[in-house]
């Protein structure tokens, strides 16, 4: 069965520095979709970045970016130069095929320390 | 109003009371979707609309009924609830790209269900 792992239920960073939040997941497949999604107190989930996993370079959004390691089926999440805005839950998500099912981890709570 | 709205934000019924959730994308999407999240539990897809047909449904009890009689609009009814439902409905909506693969889904703000 896929599944997504999000090992890391909190962290904490200072605000300006950088923080890693880690995701791992398994399928067989070859092609899908990889997906970081943030969801403040606020609760409106927003996609922060994704990734097609044909692609070998890694997505980059402003301060957000991946490391994408399709071999070992990882795919975290690099904050820079945190900011008290960032403060949310973050789900790592997998979307394989047409079926339009994308497949959850848990969620990272982050906590800005200013 | 832009993006994907749900109404009403906060729902408190009783077990044995009739209610409806309603989301509307203005995304121009043509697929829809119904979530639950509860705490601590990664988030659950309850049902999937593609061009208002369900393709989708993940053994979701029949005490919740979908409905999208368009490709903006996505309900969801609600009967005879459990104490175990309460939690956060999410809709969310996504556009159907070439070759069937579905693109980014856009989310709602939820829907905060309590059920006494």
């Known amino acids: 069965a896929q599944t997504v792992t999000q090992s890391q239920p909190e962290m904490s960073v200072q605000e300006a520095e950088t923080v890693t939040l880690s995701c791992t997941y398994d399928?067989?497949?070859?092609?899908?979709?990889l997906f970081w999604y943030k969801q403040p107190p606020s609760r409106q989930m927003i996609l922060v970045i994704r990734?097609?996993?044909?692609k070998q370079q890694n997505a980059t959004e402003n301060r957000f970016s991946v490391n994408f390691q399709k071999a070992a089926k990882s795919f975290s999440l690099k904050i820079s130069d945190s900011q008290l805005g960032d403060a949310a839950m973050y789900f790592c998500?997998?979307?394989?095929?047409?079926?339009?099912?994308?497949?959850w981890g848990a969620g990272t709570k982050l906590i800005i320390k200013p | 109003e832009t993006g994907v709205t749900q109404t009403p934000r906060h729902l408190v019924m009783g077990m044995t009371n009739k209610k409806s959730l309603k989301c509307e994308q203005h995304l121009g999407h043509n697929a829809m979707y119904w979530y639950k999240q509860s705490a601590k539990k990664p988030l659950e897809l309850m049902f999937v609309y593609n061009f208002k047909e369900q393709t989708e449904n993940n053994s979701v009890p029949s005490r919740f009924s979908p409905e999208c009689p368009n490709s903006s609009h996505l309900f969801l009814h609600l009967h005879t609830l459990q104490p175990e439902d309460s939690a956060l409905y999410l809709c969310?909506?996504?556009?159907?790209?070439?070759?069937?693969?579905?693109?980014?889904?856009?989310f709602g703000p939820g829907t905060r269900l309590t059920v006494l």
């Open positions: 998500a997998y979307t394989r095929d047409s079926n339009y099912q994308l497949i």
């Open positions: 399928t067989s497949e070859s092609d899908y979709y």
């Open positions: 990734q097609e996993a044909y």
């Open positions: 969310a909506s996504s556009q159907e790209k070439l070759a069937g693969f579905p693109d980014t889904q856009y």
